[in-house]
């Protein structure tokens, strides 16, 4: 065990007193971005991956619809609304890393939360028509028959028709794993780009994102590979589950990743003790008690809000000319300390927050990241689900191809865009042509996402029209395809009145439809389809990847911007600032804007005792165009800001105002950025 030094052991891995030589081996700049990879992949696993994965199959099992789905991904943002700024500001004064490893533990406590409804709920039910077995029941009935109810369905129970209860559990479990990113993204950052050079910091950076790619591919991965396991695997027997994972109606397991991830954060957050406050040798680790000394001094110079005025003590000096300290005065002293360093924390927050709303180009990048954190996120939320809608394929199958379709190209556009800059040295002005450029590519990828539009394949026939004279339930829910190649809603909405006794519950054939355009018989499941030229499904993967590729490409320019355009000093509330009005206007807002987008495509819903659940039917041509042309949208209003940012920037260089920017580590301002470049 080694001594913890002169400077208290400030600069040594370790906990408390217990700082053992061969972990100091571990006091280096990789070991942090090792650490915040980690963070970043739980993170990413869980809100760009797993969650967007089985948002569907949670829609079913808690009879939601897709906006308050939305609600629930956004409390994650609620609470990131309500530490953010406190982290960010008052976390730089203390130890970061240990704050964000007890963010990770919280946030862990919140993933498992997530999965407790699974344990408190009955096993799921698919139908009354497989819950009691019978073979008859779901056909069409003889006119003027009071319609079926679902078996259970009592309207006249207190509490049908009303919320499940039990979503709560996910919105305070979404709302613990918030506490993470709030951490991470700013003051686990800024820790990282303290010890970083200049050069390598972006580099750093674009690791960190691809492997939050990674871990959100791997989340897509996972999901579709639970989503095939029927959701109460842990409760029942195989041979009691009578349907397969093809079938509309099927569960998955959505609960065990969230399970898996809590798990696994809490286990990571132990490692975060161990991290010194600041590396020695290091821009934030050279002799803190005079760095601390000299802050208070740059704060007047710089800010005019004296820190410490004629009334300051100097706690090192404080023996009298006997040297013997007076235990009165000595207190007094530390009591006038205080309240200086009080005032001087809250007055900073206020200058500092000042100076960067006075910063056009930051602000102009922080409107263009509002609509690009939007996109991204109701985007990547909903799109498994536009996927199910158009190419007719499981949850499971939706998740998958997501996965792989999407990250990947993220993925790479993030490595590609962080190598360009550290090997080019770009300038601000060059970062924010290619931040313009890539906004540009991303909205023509996504107006080509429309043309891959599968239609011919809508759902036949409503329960307001033939089915409604056979007495159907709307809530017994069973695709058939009948013999005129088209989906309906259930046997009974296709005017079945019987069935094939021979085949069993899972895989039926009904006979006597009535309402069928053609033809008299049905069979279990929807009816399969494909495109017209079959140039839809390769366009799409196409189109995809370029969204994807182009996102990921943006991000580590926009980063320089960010980052080179605040002084030192105002580094983390910076990281803050931009992290609250991102969650504020865009990753709250948008699941749950996005998510009314989705509903309004929706042309039969799921209901009980007359309060609308979850949606069973959606028309494919208007969640296609209405979601992909709110996404359109919001990029062509992120490409405005960059420009604006882009001429906000060029005036200031004409001006010859370009002093005001941030200072490198060394001191000088603006390393690579040329004034000349435009």
């Not at 109810?149 to 918030?178: K, Q």
């Not at 009974?492 to 009535?514: H, I, K, P, W």
């Not at 000093?569 to 991102?582: P, T, W």
Request: with cysteine; proline share 3%.
């Amino acid at each position: 065990m080694s001594a913890a030094g002169e400077d208290g052991g400030k600069h040594l891995c370790g906990v408390g007193p217990i700082r053992p030589g061969f972990l100091q081996k571990l006091v280096d700049v990789r070991t942090v971005v090792v650490a915040l990879c980690t963070l970043d992949f739980i993170n990413s696993f869980i809100q760009f991956g797993y969650f967007n994965g089985v948002v569907t199959s949670i829609e079913k099992q808690l009879g939601i619809s897709s906006s308050r789905s939305g609600l629930i991904k956004s409390s994650k943002d609620i609470a990131e609304l309500c530490v953010v700024l406190l982290i960010s500001y008052f976390g730089a004064k203390g130890n970061r890393m240990v704050l964000t490893g007890v963010a990770t533990c919280l946030a862990g406590v919140g993933f498992i939360m997530v999965s407790m409804p699974h344990y408190l709920m009955d096993p799921y039910r698919i139908t009354a028509e497989l819950a009691d077995g019978n073979q008859t029941a779901g056909l069409c009935r003889v006119q003027n028959v009071t319609p079926l109810i679902d078996l259970g369905n009592t309207c006249g129970n207190a509490d049908s028709g009303r919320e499940n209860p039990l979503i709560y559990f996910l919105f305070v479990g979404m709302g613990l794993s918030g506490l993470l990113p709030s951490a991470l993204y700013t003051i686990g950052l800024s820790y990282m780009d303290d010890h970083a050079s200049t050069n390598s910091a972006p580099l750093y950076m674009g690791i960190i994102n691809a492997i939050g790619a990674v871990a959100a591919a791997l989340g897509f991965l996972l999901s579709s590979v639970f989503l095939g396991w029927y959701v109460d695997f842990d409760k029942v027997v195989p041979e009691s589950v009578v349907i397969s994972s093809a079938d509309p109606r099927w569960l998955g397991a959505w609960w065990l990743g969230f399970l898996i991830a809590g798990v696994f954060a809490i286990v990571v957050s132990v490692f975060f003790s161990c991290f010194p406050k600041s590396f020695p040798n290091s821009s934030t680790g050279k002799d803190e008690g005079k760095q601390n000394r000299n802050d208070s001094n740059h704060k007047n110079g710089d800010h005019n809000h004296g820190i410490r005025d004629k009334n300051e003590v100097d706690l090192n000096d404080t023996t009298d000319q006997s040297g013997v300290e007076d235990r009165d005065t000595k207190a007094k002293n530390m009591d006038i300390e205080k309240k200086t360093d009080a005032y001087g924390v809250f007055t900073g927050f206020f200058v500092q927050s000042k100076s960067l709303l006075k910063n056009p180009v930051f602000m102009f990048e922080i409107g263009a990241s509002i609509f690009y954190i939007s996109n991204l996120n109701g985007l990547a939320l909903f799109l498994p689900k536009v996927m199910e809608v158009n190419f007719g394929i499981s949850s499971a199958q939706a998740s998958l191809m997501a996965g792989a379709l999407v990250i990947p190209g993220s993925m790479i556009g993030y490595l590609a865009s962080g190598a360009t800059v550290k090997k080019f040295q770009l300038s601000l002005m060059a970062c924010i042509k290619f931040a313009i450029a890539a906004s540009t590519a991303g909205a023509i990828a996504g107006l080509t996402l429309i043309a891959t539009l599968c239609e011919g394949h809508e759902v036949g026939r409503s329960l307001g029209s033939c089915g409604a004279s056979c007495a159907c339930s709307e809530n017994d829910f069973n695709l058939v395809c009948g013999a005129d190649s088209r989906t309906y809603y259930s046997a009974c909405a296709a005017g079945c009145s019987a069935v094939n006794a021979t085949e069993t519950v899972a895989l039926r054939n009904y006979t006597g439809c009535a309402c069928l355009d053609e033809g008299s018989w049905a069979s279990q499941g929807p009816c399969q389809w494909s495109c017209g030229g079959g140039f839809q499904f390769p366009l799409f993967i196409i189109a995809a990847l370029g969204v994807a590729f182009f996102s990921g490409f943006m991000t580590p320019f926009t980063y320089q911007v960010y980052i080179r355009q605040v002084k030192r000093d105002e580094k983390s509330l910076a990281f803050g600032m931009r992290h609250v009005v991102q969650r504020l206007l865009a990753s709250f807002p948008a699941p749950v804007y996005f998510g009314a987008v989705v509903d309004s495509a929706c042309v039969l819903w799921e209901r009980e005792c007359g309060q609308r659940k979850s949606c069973w039917v959606y028309s494919n041509r208007n969640l296609m165009f209405r979601l992909m042309g709110l996404s359109v949208g919001l990029k062509l209003a992120e490409i405005v800001f960059h420009v604006l940012a882009w001429l906000a920037m060029r005036y200031k260089i004409n001006a010859g105002s370009n002093n005001n920017t941030a200072e490198d580590r060394s001191g000088v301002a603006n390393e690579g950025f040329d004034s000349t470049q435009l």
